[in-house]
């Protein structure tokens, strides 16, 4: 299995465009996690889904994020409209529930101008 | 005070030594997990433990669930292990809350 696969891997944008970030589990994996690393706040869980299903999206920032698992391989995290501060990287990470063990993609960088 | 709380923030260790960086936490938790980040920004899970003791390599990873704590050790440390570590709970379903990370560096 190639592991965990996010894109893009960086990118640019300016203030208020759409943003999305894309997320390819692991084959099996029932958990899939959406996390945000910053220098000043570290690593926060945004949200994350149970067979597809969001269980937990209290770490979502606000109304401009937004998260979907339409089905069991694919997952997508959108930003609309972006602001400098949502500049960070965004991890994916997938699990299961037989292991417990966490396995992340390589990230996104976001930068927002 | 945060949730998780991790010691020392940075350290530095000659290529050999023996390192050991401390995780206490405030809250209930189901596990705790030690992740490794490299330079290059990759995460790697490291342990997850929720009792005891496990031993993976060079790294053993130990917690106390009375006292609240988990130390992870390096044993014959290599410059290869300079990267940040960070603790991690696993607390209400399977919500993470992480620590700040340490950062160590292994002078060859």
């Known amino acids: 299995d190639a592991g965990v696969i996010q894109s893009p891997r960086h990118e640019v944008t300016e203030m208020g465009q759409e943003v999305t970030l894309r997320c390819k589990p692991i084959s099996g994996h029932d958990y899939l996690f959406w996390y945000r690393q910053t220098m000043m706040r570290g690593l926060e869980l945004l949200i994350y889904f149970n067979n597809n299903v969001p269980i937990d999206d209290s770490g979502m920032p606000e109304d401009r994020f937004s998260a979907k698992m339409p089905n069991a391989s694919f997952s997508t995290l959108k930003i609309q409209p972006s602001e400098p501060r949502d500049s960070a990287v965004y991890f994916c990470?997938?699990?299961?529930?037989?292991?417990?063990?966490?396995?992340f993609g390589e990230g996104s960088r976001l930068t927002v101008l | 005070k945060n949730e998780v709380e991790q010691s020392p923030q940075n350290l530095t260790a000659q290529e050999g030594e023996f390192i050991t960086i401390n995780c206490s936490y405030s809250v209930g938790i189901s596990a705790l997990h030690w992740l490794q980040q490299h330079p290059g920004g990759g995460i790697v899970s490291l342990f997850m433990?929720?009792?005891g003791k496990k031993k993976h390599g060079r790294l053993i990873a130990t917690i106390n669930i009375q006292e609240k704590h988990s130390s992870l050790h390096i044993t014959a440390s290599h410059p290869r292990d300079s990267a940040v570590y960070i603790c991690a709970v696993e607390t209400s379903g399977s919500r993470l809350t992480f620590g700040e990370g340490t950062q160590l560096t292994v002078n060859p």
């Open positions: 990470a997938s699990m299961t529930a037989n292991t417990g063990e966490l396995f």
């Open positions: 433990l929720s009792s």
